[in-house]
Structures are given as C-alpha cells and as structure tokens.
C-alpha cells in the first residue's frame, strides 16, 4: 500500500486484532475505503455502542449487558458446579456441548510468569471468595483452563489453592489437543472431553 498517514494509522490498529496480520489489515483497512459512509458509521455505532453496554457479570466475569449474565440468572442451572475458563467465549464453546449443566468463572487469562501474569493480573481472588462465600456449598470445580503450558499452569495452581475448600476438583479431559484453543474446538470433542474429566 502506498504511504499514506490516515490509512496507515488505521492497518496499525488493526494488525492489534488477535490473528490479524499485515496483509488481512490491509485488506480490511481497503474495505473500509471502498465502504459508504454509511457501512462506516454503522460499525463505528455498533463499536461505540458496545463497549457502552457491554459489562462484565458481577458473579461469573463473563460478558453481560444486564447485571448477571444469564447462565447466572439461570434458575435450572447446577449451583454446586463451577467451571472454570480463561475466556468469556470458551463458555460458548462449552455451552454448544450441551455436556454441561453448571456455572462458569471467567479467569481472563492465565498464569504466566513468563510474560508477567501472575495470579493477580487474572480472576482468582474472586473465584476463591465466591467459593467461600457461596449461599450453595460448592461440590465441584472443573478447570477448563486451555491445554498449553499457561493453561496447565493455572490449573495446578487452582487445584493447590481450592484443595480443601470444594469436594472435587477435575480437569477437563485430554480429548482436547495440547497447544489448542478450546474456543476452536468442534463440539464433540469438547463434549466428551467434559465427560471424561479427571481428578487432580
């Protein structure tokens, strides 16, 4: 693309999109030239709009627009289960299972000491008092954390510091690939990767 300030502003923001790259920003950066003024302000809107409306669930930390979310507001969910993921959309890759009846806590992230994270930089603290303080006794974690190394760090360390203070704690099942994503996972395998969760 030629040198041009305000279009290369714009390919720079967008290369900050997870999984965008040079070439796919420049492409959507041309979109967007070709786009009416209309198609523009449209998806400015819906940018605007979103991140005013958007919150996240008092409870669960996963995406709300009205206070809880509404797997919390769920009467007929299990209250005695939590599982417990890194992102707000593994839930709906978990939810397409149908293998799945309980609550959710979303961490945002996982451990990695490598990169500066520890276990303050994500939703743990909150997790380990919404355990202690549940009006329903908590009888199982699942940790549903993804199967590379930050995930399988953060699991270990959950199991250490929950031992004692739920009845059961289990890891999802490796029906999942290592070094996988769970929110790309097709739903059988997450399906029977649930189902045959094990202890630790």
Do not use: W
Request: hydrophobic share 35%; net charge negative; charged share 25%.
């Amino acid at each position: 693309m030629p040198n041009i300030p305000h279009l290369d502003r714009l390919v720079r923001a967008l290369k900050r999109l997870p999984g965008v790259g040079p070439r796919q920003a420049e492409r959507f950066a041309a979109y967007f030239l070709r786009a009416s003024r209309g198609e523009v302000e449209e998806f400015m809107a819906a940018l605007s709009e979103m991140k005013a409306a958007v919150v996240l669930c008092p409870q669960c930390f996963a995406y709300s627009e009205n206070g809880l979310c509404e797997i919390c507001r769920d009467t007929d969910r299990n209250t005695s289960q939590i599982c417990v993921v890194e992102d707000p959309q593994d839930i709906e890759a978990i939810e397409k299972t149908r293998a799945y009846k309980g609550l959710y806590h979303v961490l945002h992230g996982a451990i990695s000491p490598m990169d500066g994270r520890g276990a303050e930089q994500v939703k743990v603290r909150e997790l380990l008092s919404r355990v202690q303080q549940a009006t329903t006794p908590i009888k199982e974690i699942i940790l549903a954390t993804d199967p590379d190394s930050e995930g399988e760090t953060t699991a270990l360390y959950l199991a250490d510091l929950l031992r004692g203070q739920v009845e059961q704690i289990t890891r999802i099942g490796y029906g999942v690939p290592l070094g996988g994503d769970i929110d790309y996972m097709d739903e059988m395998t997450l399906g029977y990767s649930l189902k045959g969760r094990t202890k630790i």
